[in-house]
């Protein structure tokens, strides 16, 4: 009786396990999930042949492995080194042994989206002074984000340009189109007056992380500082070429520009005398001749007030006052 041939017997399939992290990925070159990352484990075998197919179902990128499998990043190119189009891709590995055993593994549903992710953002205002007065109370910043679709998160920070960050804003899915600043910190104290900015950022699911940054923007609710400097004490305007003009020197400690001022002299008795009046930050020396506004000259041996109001642009107001003491005047 003769003897049939050896043959092998192969019971035990090919066996495959691939998984992805994310699915969704944009090759823009930022960084930020540039490639697909496909974790990939096997049994040892022949050969493993992969491929990426589009939506239609044509191969657009092929791969393949002896032995086992080992990771694979996907740069979201084709056979042709070409950026694919965005859209919906699926990948596919498998291996046939020689007993005709088969397997396959699948990550299915991965898209690619290179879109752009313009952000923009803005301030109401070059300066805002919250101290409840009810004028320039809040500054809003502005963000304009055209693309909504995947946004997962924003951020807002605000940051004193001496003293560091001062307060941060956040929250998930799209951001709000403003977002109203008071002027506090987290915890309800008021941050320093200071020239500030506003970093915007935002945090896309496909990992697009766009930034931008405000203008600079003012937060001042301290009134302006004025000193008032008279000379010379007593004043005499008698016309004998000494002491004949009152100087009133003016000095101004403001980080926000000056809008508009008043200098009111008043009489011994308290009625008005004469006044200076003007727009923007006051010269630094005011002269006076002693005459009132209708011509009447100052009392010998009296003391006349005198009393600056200031306001900034952003509403804050001052007062300065001082004494005008008139000599002995010979006529």
């Known amino acids: 009786m003769g003897s049939g041939g050896a043959f092998e017997l192969d019971t035990v399939y090919p066996t495959a396990t691939v998984t992805a992290p994310f699915t969704l990925f944009s090759p823009d ?20 042949e992969a491929a990426i197919v589009d939506a239609d179902g044509e191969q657009i990128r092929s791969m393949f492995w ?22 919906v891709y699926r990948y596919e590995v498998r291996s046939r042994d020689a007993a005709g055993n088969d397997a396959a593994a699948v990550v299915a549903r991965i898209r690619v989206d290179s879109r752009r992710t313009p952000l923009f953002a803005t301030v109401s205002a070059d300066g805002f002074s ?16 055209p693309l909504k679709d995947g946004l997962q998160s924003w951020q807002v920070r605000l940051h004193h340009a001496e003293r560091g960050l001062q307060r941060t804003f956040e929250g998930e899915g799209a951001p709000p189109e403003r977002l109203a600043w008071d002027g506090r910190r987290a915890g309800g104290r008021r941050a320093p007056d200071g020239v500030y900015t506003s970093d915007v950022g935002l945090r896309y699911a496909k990992g697009n992380a766009p930034t931008a940054t405000t203008s600079s923007f003012r937060l001042d609710v301290t009134p302006p500082r004025i000193s008032l400097d008279i000379s010379p004490r007593p004043f005499s305007p008698d016309n004998d070429g000494l002491d004949d ?20 002299i008043v009489d011994p008795v308290g009625n008005p005398f004469t006044e200076f ?3 923007g ?32 642009d952003l509403g804050n107001e001052a007062v300065a006052s001082g004494v005008i003491p008139v000599d002995v005047l010979v006529i």
Do not use: C, H
């Not at 009152?246 to 508009?260: C, F, K, N």
């Open 29 to 48: 070159g930022d960084g930020k999930k540039d490639v697909l990352v496909i974790e990939q484990s096997s049994s040892e075998e022949t050969l493993w």
């Open 66 to 87: 002896k032995g086992r499998l080992t990771d694979l990043e996907w740069d979201g190119n084709d056979e042709n080194g070409n950026v694919v189009a965005d859209g």
């Open 130 to 145: 919250p101290n409840g007065d009810g004028f320039r109370d809040e500054l809003s910043i502005g963000m304009v984000a």
């Open 245 to 264: 003009e009152l100087q009133i020197g003016v000095t101004v400690d403001e980080m926000s520009p000056i809008e508009a001022w008043n200098l009111q």
């Open 277 to 279: 009046t003007g727009r």
């Open 281 to 312: 930050t006051p010269r630094p020396t005011i002269t006076w001749n002693g005459l009132s506004r209708d011509g009447e000259l100052v009392q010998a041996a009296e003391d006349y007030p005198v009393a600056m109001a200031m306001r900034d």
